[in-house]
Antibody, heavy 122, light 107 residues
């Protein structure tokens, strides 16, 4: 059974860079139909897709965050990472890593990590 | 960007009730619409993909329908474990967007 687990600091100072890693276990990150990405949820609010990456290096980002986001995949460690620069209090959220499966009938997030709360505060 | 809306934003229902949640896209997304269930403090869980295909293990009381811009998620007989927030998500473009969510709570 595939499992995803987020890790990283729970507190980040304003203007700094938020860095999170998602470790994948129970399967390979190099599977052809799988993409790896991040979704966040501010307290009491809805879900926001941040971006996704393919093991080969292709990336897709939310246009509203593109200038500040980098997602990368490390196949040797079977994990992928998120960097979000110049954070503000508006970036405080639970951050989920998730696997996006690309099928003939569509794309969907079929596996999720448990989520990690990141607070932006001095 | 494709904007997603949901109605209602919340509803109260009783065990055994039939519940319908609506999701609308700002442009046609064909059938590229997914539904997720999120219980408090938990990660979202995929319920339905491609408008009407139930994810493995999802009870048959859940069903999805629609096409183009208008979609519905129906729970035929609400069970205690179904009290949660439901999110729709479009995958028509590679810039995914979610609806704001519909919270289903106990009447």
């Amino acid at each position: 059974q595939l499992q995803l687990q987020e890790s990283g600091p729970g507190l980040v100072k304003p203007s700094e860079t938020l860095s999170l890693t998602c470790t994948v276990s129970g399967g390979s990150i190099s599977t052809s139909d799988d993409y790896w990405g991040w979704v966040r949820q501010p307290p009491g609010k809805g879900l926001e897709w941040i971006g996704s990456a393919y093991y080969s290096g292709s990336t897709y980002y939310n246009p509203s965050l593109r200038s500040r986001v980098t997602i990368s995949v490390d196949t040797s460690k079977n994990h992928f990472s998120l960097k979000l620069s110049s954070v503000t209090a508006a970036d405080t959220a639970v951050y989920y890593c998730a696997k996006w499966y690309s099928s003939s009938v569509g794309k969907y997030f079929d596996y999720w990590g448990q989520g990690t709360l990141v607070t932006v505060s001095s | 960007d494709i904007q997603m809306t949901q109605s209602p934003s919340s509803l109260s229902a009783s065990v055994g009730d039939r519940v319908t949640i609506t999701c609308r896209a700002s442009q046609s997304i064909s059938s590229y619409l997914n539904w997720y269930q999120q219980r408090p403090g938990k990660a979202p869980k995929l319920l339905v993909y491609a408008t009407s295909t139930l994810q493995s293990g999802v009870p048959s009381r859940f069903s999805g329908s629609g096409s183009g811009t208008d979609f519905t998620l129906t729970i035929s007989s609400l069970q205690p474990e179904d009290f949660a927030t439901y999110h729709c998500q479009q995958s028509y473009s590679n810039s995914f967007t979610f609806g704001p969510g519909t919270k289903v709570d106990i009447k």
